[in-house]
């Protein structure tokens, strides 16, 4: 091959790869809604991996079911059973796929059964099962807060006033996330605002409980910010 061919091969490659990253952000700043319903029951969504912190035993159960309750019908994704309950442990079924680091994210969940705790919801800019940010609502609680998780240590950041939505009821979960900015909802209600820096920059996002918390989830939609 001469020359010249080498450096029109050389070219070509250049542009394709430049073309993939352009590809790549338009993905991702598109929005982008999942409500499970195409997925086979029994199974996970395709690129989903069930996770946990600080796991001391087997990782808990979670699939695709029909729901006759579900806020999308006829399928939810659930957390079936939660083997190890130890108060230590944080259920993830979470995927890389959905890379987002600004923006919104809003989740319907509803909180099934669990004596230690019920509830949950959604992690973002996770890294691993051991760094992301959390925020998540207890029924037995009755609070809404806002965590983040870093080397598999919870530190809270905020932490709402009472809420009172019962076990067995879907609520809807949003958080907004600008820089180090972040802002908790709860069925449209602003409760929580804070900043931190912990995780910058994009990473996976997904669901999350504690210990034998067994809840379901639907309707996730990720809107990410404008970029201009």
């Known amino acids: 091959m001469t020359t010249n061919s080498w450096q029109r091969l050389f070219v070509a490659a250049v542009w394709i790869v430049i ?15 999942v409500n499970f319903d195409h997925v ?27 729901d006759s309750n579900a806020p999308t019908k006829p399928k939810v994704l ?10 230590s442990v944080f259920n993830l079924c979470w995927t890389r796929d959905i890379a987002f ?36 609502y207890n029924p037995l609680e009755n609070n ?21 939505i019962p076990a067995g009821e879907w609520f809807k979960l949003k958080i907004i996330q ?21 995780f910058m920059g994009p990473g996976g996002v997904g669901f999350w409980t504690k210990a034998d918390a067994a809840s379901s989830f639907d309707d996730l939609r990720v809107s990410p910010a404008s970029r201009h």
């Open 78 to 87: 659930t957390l079936k059973t939660a083997h190890d309950t130890s108060g």
């Open 144 to 164: 809404f807060r806002i965590y983040y998780v870093k080397n598999g240590s919870r530190k809270q950041l905020a932490s709402g006033g009472r809420v009172g």
């Open 19 to 33: 073309g993939a990253f352009q590809v790549a952000e338009t993905l991702a700043a598109e929005d982008l809604t």
């Open 40 to 66: 086979t029951q029994g199974q996970l969504p395709t690129g989903w991996t069930i996770d946990a912190t600080n796991p001391g035993g087997t990782l808990a159960e979670w699939s695709v079911v029909t």
């Open 178 to 198: 600008d820089g180090d900015k972040i802002e908790g909802y709860l069925n449209g209600k602003k409760y929580l605002e804070v900043s931190d820096n912990t």
């Open 101 to 136: 680091e600004d923006g919104e994210i809003e989740i319907k969940v509803r909180a099934n059964t669990g004596k230690e705790d019920q509830g949950g919801g959604v992690i973002w800019r996770a890294r691993d099962a051991n760094n992301y940010y959390i925020a998540r």
